[in-house]
């Protein structure tokens, strides 16, 4: 494979569209195979359960048996984690756009990083201290986490305009379900290590290999290539103007000031809802659980009724905004609720809020996504960025 570096004027062509687009040099691809849909929807499935489902549950089983006690090492290996997925993803993504190969631009790292994923949970299983754990996690975050960025990319390859939001709109659908399904598997595999991190590890793996194996990335090498990364290059991947990409700027802004009034109205609503009711934490348990299943549905029929009909109107800032809107609204609702009734009903219309926002804000970043052709990859990884660390549950 031979990379081209990262200030090289753009080419009319992408190794990760369809061979119809790269033959008839088109502005967009062709509509993608529902197929293809599938496929990259399970992909994210498995991807995200196997990065969520340690987040969730299997970390902090792990940390109490290492150091127990010590609940506040959960953080610490937390934090390493997403500090290593920040470096990780722009990075790879850059290398994907640069990589030409016989497999094409996104499929070998794709491959290499899901053995990096498995290495990362096989460590996790058996670390012996913290600071091993501490490794594994970070070797996690940037084997399954960046496979999130590069399956990104692969959409903004791939996928015209007016597919965009209802694919955004299935992938709001997983982040729903996989944290769910990996708690579940998680919770009747607490008693063996190896089971809990592996078994949503293995699918992972499969919808990782059924994307590499059934979706046809054309051969990249005849693409323009040029000398090896520069230092000046790699130093160039984390950062972009905003003068000359004002919308992806726009764009990258909102998402960071939503996930992060997201976050703080998020991380202490078990401790929120035991004060109102003048109860222990614990005994809250499964309120918040109750609400947790409601706000799921919620989220979910947000982001697929917000996806598809952005697609079906071209419209995108509008459901944006209106996402946004009904989120605060929620968030307003349940700080002022006299009555546990009604503070269900704002975690419920936060919740549909979200799913609004994430799925048709994804495909907003995708129409604005600067230097399409040759930085796809580099792009979605800055796009990351603005997704602060938070859980992966829905607001309780």
Known sequence: MTFTPADQPPVPVTGGETAATIATGADEPPK?????????????????????????????????????????????????????????????????????????????????????GVIALLVLAEATSILVLALGWMLAQIGWGSMMTLLTASLADRLPESQRGGVSALGGVVSQLAPVA????????????????????????????LFVCLVHEPDSRRLPAAGP?????????????????????WNWLGKFLFMSGLTFSSTFTAFYLAARMGVTVDEVSGLVAGIAGGSILAAMAGAV?????????????VFVLAGACVFATGAVVMALSPSIPLIIVGAVLGNLGIGVFSAVDQALMLDVLPARETE??????????ANTPRSPWPVA
């Open 32 to 116: 993608a195979a529902a197929s293809y849909i599938w496929l990259v929807t399970f992909a994210n499935f498995g991807v995200f359960m196997a990065l969520v489902t340690p987040i969730a549950i299997s970390l902090a089983i792990r940390v109490e048996q290492l150091a127990p006690g010590n609940e506040e090492y959960l953080g610490y290996v937390t934090g390493a984690g997403g500090i290593a997925a920040l470096l990780a993803a722009p990075l790879f993504g850059m290398l994907s756009d640069r990589t030409r190969s016989r497999l094409g631009r996104r499929r070998p790292y794709l491959i290499g990083l899901t053995v990096v």
């Open 229 to 249: 990364v520069t230092v000046s290059a790699l130093a160039r991947t984390y950062v972009f103007d905003p003068r000359q990409s004002p919308d992806f700027a």
């Open 376 to 385: 796809a990859g580099r792009y979605t990884g800055i796009y990351g960025f």
């Open 305 to 317: 009724g917000g996806g598809f009909l952005s697609d079906k109107l071209r419209r995108r800032r």
């Open 182 to 209: 990996g708690a579940l598997l998680a919770g009747g595999l607490a008693g063996d290590n190896f089971l809990l991190f592996l078994v949503p590890g293995a699918v992972g793996i499969v919808g990782a290999a």
